[in-house]
C-alpha cells in the first residue's frame, strides 16, 4: 500500500457520461498530481494541485476538470465522455515539491463503451 | 520545455544477468531531479532510484544503479542480477523544481527469460 487511495479501481461507462474519479493523497502530502495512461503510451500529465490551488496544467481537455478540497483529498471529474478516453488514470503525491519524486495510487481503469 | 526519451520499447535479459536501460532527456534548467519508476503487471506504479542532478556520484539502490552522464544528458539504469521479478515496464522521469511536473519518457518493456 503507497498510502495514495484511489477510487473506483475499474469504471465501465457509456459514452457522452460524465465519472468522478477519487484521491486521497499520502498523509502529509500537500501536491496531489493526475495523470493519463492510454494503450501503448507514457504517462501523460493532467494537472497539480497544492493544498487547494491549482499550481500547473497539462495536455488536459475542457471536458476534464478538476479540484483539491480543504481535506486535501481530489477529484477528476471527466464529462462529456469518449472512446478515447478510455485509459488508466493515475492519482500521485508529494510532501510540497516533486523532488523526492511522487508516491502514486493504484490507479483507476476507465473503460468507456 | 523538458522532454525525455527512451527510444528502446522493448528488452530482453537472461536470469541473473546484467542489462542496462537507456535514456535520455532535454532540459534548460541547471538544477534537477532524475528518476526511474517500475511498472509491473500491477500497474502501480513503484519509485526505483532517484538521482539529483547537483551530485556527480551515481546513485545505487540494491541491484539498481545509475550512469548519469549531465554534459550528455543520459541517464541510464543498470539492473545486476536480474529477477523474473524485475519484468515490467520503466520509466524515466525527470522533475526541475517546485512547479514543475514530473516528466515521463514512454517507457521500455523489460523482460526476463528463466
Known amino acids: 500500500d503507497s498510502g495514495v487511495t484511489q477510487t473506483p479501481k475499474h469504471l465501465i461507462t457509456a459514452t457522452g457520461q460524465r465519472v468522478t474519479l477519487r484521491c486521497s493523497p499520502r498523509s502529509g502530502d500537500l501536491s496531489v498530481y493526475w495523470y493519463q495512461q492510454s494503450l501503448d503510451q507514457g504517462l501523460q500529465f493532467l494537472i497539480q494541485y497544492y493544498n487547494g490551488e491549482e499550481r500547473a496544467k497539462g495536455n488536459i481537455l475542457e471536458r476534464f476538470s478538476a479540484q483539491q478540497f480543504p481535506d486535501l483529498h481530489s477529484e477528476l471529474n471527466l464529462s462529456s465522455l469518449e472512446l478515447g478516453d478510455s485509459a488508466l488514470y493515475f492519482c500521485?503525491?508529494?510532501?510540497?515539491?516533486?523532488?523526492?519524486?511522487?508516491?502514486f495510487g493504484s490507479g483507476t481503469r476507465l473503460t468507456v463503451v | 520545455a523538458q522532454t525525455v526519451t527512451q527510444s528502446q520499447p522493448e528488452m530482453s535479459v537472461q536470469e541473473a544477468e546484467t542489462v542496462t536501460l537507456s535514456c535520455t532527456y532535454d532540459?534548460?534548467?541547471?538544477?534537477?531531479?532524475l528518476f526511474w519508476y517500475k511498472q509491473p503487471p500491477s500497474r502501480q506504479m513503484i519509485l526505483v532510484i532517484r538521482?539529483?542532478?547537483?551530485?556527480?556520484q551515481n546513485a545505487t539502490e540494491n541491484r539498481f544503479s545509475v550512469n548519469f552522464q549531465k554534459a550528455a544528458k543520459s541517464f541510464s539504469l543498470k539492473i545486476s542480477d536480474s529477477q523474473l521479478g524485475d519484468a515490467a515496464m520503466y520509466f524515466c522521469a525527470h522533475h526541475t523544481g517546485a512547479n514543475s511536473k514530473l516528466t515521463f519518457g514512454k517507457g521500455i518493456t523489460l523482460s526476463v527469460r528463466p
Open positions: 538521482q539529483e542532478a547537483y551530485k556527480q
Open positions: 500521485a503525491s508529494s510532501p510540497r515539491q516533486g523532488n523526492y519524486g511522487y508516491t
Open positions: 532540459t534548460s534548467e541547471s538544477d534537477y531531479y
